[in-house]
């Protein structure tokens, strides 16, 4: 008996591989993804924005870093005894104006070397509303916890979110000729917009990354959202907020990806990584046994093999780790 939907997630045609540079940016659920990308030794860089839920704002962080982009201390604001930027998460929020700006500057200043040399640009989109300043109109990333009343609230339409994500990709496919695209939606639920205009807001998402995949044979689309609320389907598969999706449901989500968007000559060195990682994370009591010591230059010895082997994996650390007496 079948208890759960089947969900055929085709091949990518070029998928990625542990050479490739793979720049994540969106929603919280990017930083999963990431997180995960990170362990397993691929080259990332991840939300150099910060956390963004809207497309304006991830079009608007894209074109900011083709264009190598740096910030001005005028354009930061004070609020609650912090500087801010509208465009960007809280993490870059300082009660130093000087080290708000210099967080920011040097985000922006990796990212636009990397996304010339990026071989995916992987997008996660959270919310089609858009939050606007009244006293200016600028679209703004955060509201960083000002009052409601500074803002206006729109819903986007899929007209709106496909020329601006179009125009940001075709400049990029302009500036970097190699790059490739993935779309995917947060499974995560915006509640606060209320259960209705939640599902109005991922359904324009939806349409919206489907017309851009028609529109370019280099961007893909991978089903996160389908993955965790059509086949997993159940509230046990989410945190105690109802909201995030917990950690089986984020493994699972990662275990497709891994199937259908990650070279399967890569699977066999993400074991090995994984094995290594684990490894370094465990805890002993009783460093100066003589089991622990033989433990260490066990996996000093396959950390070492496995980079003389692929040197592209950038295991210095863990190497320094296992060697240390």
Request: aromatic share 12%; net charge neutral.
């Amino acid at each position: 008996m079948q208890f759960t939907l089947a969900l055929d997630i085709p091949q990518l045609p070029k998928p990625i591989s542990y050479t490739d540079n793979i720049l994540l940016t969106g929603s919280c659920f990017t930083e999963h993804i990431a997180d995960r990308l990170h362990q397993s030794k691929f080259k990332v860089l991840s939300n150099p924005h910060g956390i963004l839920f809207n497309p304006l704002s991830v079009a608007s962080s894209l074109d900011g870093y083709m264009d190598g982009r740096q910030y001005k201390q005028e354009e930061l604001f004070s609020l609650n005894e912090l500087w801010n930027s509208w465009d960007h998460h809280t993490r870059f929020s300082n009660i130093d104006a000087v080290a708000a700006l210099n967080g920011i500057n040097a985000s922006q200043t990796e990212a636009s070397d990397f996304i010339r040399k990026a071989d995916w640009v992987i997008i996660t989109l959270g919310s089609a509303f858009q939050y606007y300043l009244k006293e200016s109109g600028k679209p703004v990333a955060n509201n960083h916890r000002a009052p409601a009343q500074w803002f206006e609230k729109k819903l986007l339409t899929t007209e709106v979110i496909v020329a601006a994500l179009s125009q940001t990709m075709e400049r990029l496919f302009a500036l970097n000729p190699f790059v490739q695209v993935m779309l995917t939606i947060s499974p995560v639920r915006h509640i606060r917009d209320g259960v209705v205009d939640n599902n109005r807001s991922k359904a324009r998402l939806i349409e919206s990354v489907h017309i851009l995949r028609e529109q370019f044979e280099k961007v893909q689309y991978f089903p996160a959202y389908e993955l965790v609320i059509d086949v997993l389907r159940d509230y046990r598969f989410y945190d105690i907020d109802l909201v995030h999706p917990n950690f089986p449901a984020t493994q699972f989500v990662w275990e497709h990806f891994t199937k259908s968007c990650i070279a399967p000559l890569a699977h066999e060195i993400m074991k090995q990584v994984q094995d290594i990682v684990t490894a370094r994370s465990h805890r002993t009591r009783f460093p100066e046994t003589e089991a622990h010591k033989k433990f260490k230059v066990s996996y000093a010895e396959k950390t070492k093999a496995l980079m003389d082997k692929y040197p592209f994996l950038g295991m210095e650390k863990e190497i320094q780790y296992f060697s240390q007496g």
